[in-house]
């Protein structure tokens, strides 16, 4: 059985997971991490990051306080930026980094249970994700898709691209996952 570790992101790893993305075809820059490492020393960002056998698999992040308007609105943390390697992928990766978003989301509520959201895009390269949020318990939050900061109509047209994103929830309960 491999090794499989979940632990914050580290001031090393933005060049690791640069790399890592740009050998299988992924132009992810290093800056990107170092942003998101900055974030989360400041506390707005939570950043997990998956090793499997001590190389990198893939990471997830937490932003505590949404873009996504009815998440600010509601205080809703978001799970934003998930991306395991294909190589990793169908191995457990994936679903290590949700429980462990889902347990840090629940640590951080008040209440003894709290609410967690996610936006997924709707191309065919987002299938596994959605059949991963379905089979976690996300469900829509009922307000249709939104892209570029506003929700889609009857006969609108536009550019299906990763700002293209149908937002679901799910109620966490008993320690952050709900069963």
């Known amino acids: 059985m491999s090794t499989l570790e979940i ?7 933005p060049p690791i997971i640069s790399q890592a993305f740009r050998l299988q075809g992924w132009q992810k820059p290093v800056s990107q991490y170092e942003q998101y490492f900055h974030e989360q020393q400041a506390g707005t960002r939570d950043v997990l990051v998956a090793q499997v056998e001590g190389a990198f698999a893939g990471y997830l992040t937490i932003v505590w306080e949404s873009n996504y308007p009815p998440f600010k609105q509601e205080n809703i943390p978001e799970i934003v930026d ?4 294909e190589k ?3 191995q457990g990766v994936g679903t290590a980094l949700m ?11 008040t209440i003894g249970e709290a609410k967690v959201g996610i936006g997924v895009g709707l191309m065919h390269d987002y ?10 318990g996300y469900v829509p939050d009922g307000r249709g898709i939104f892209a570029h900061g506003r929700w889609l109509g009857y006969g609108d047209e536009i550019v299906i691209n990763d700002d293209v994103a149908l937002y679901l929830t799910k109620q966490l309960v008993q320690r952050g996952i709900n069963s």
């Open 82 to 85: 998930f991306n395991v390697l």
């Open 7 to 13: 632990r914050p992101l580290a001031a090393i790893d």
């Open 99 to 109: 429980d462990g978003a889902e347990a840090k989301v629940f640590e951080r509520s």
């Open 127 to 136: 299938g596994k994700a959605q059949i991963l949020y379905a089979r976690r």
């Open 88 to 90: 990793f992928q169908r």
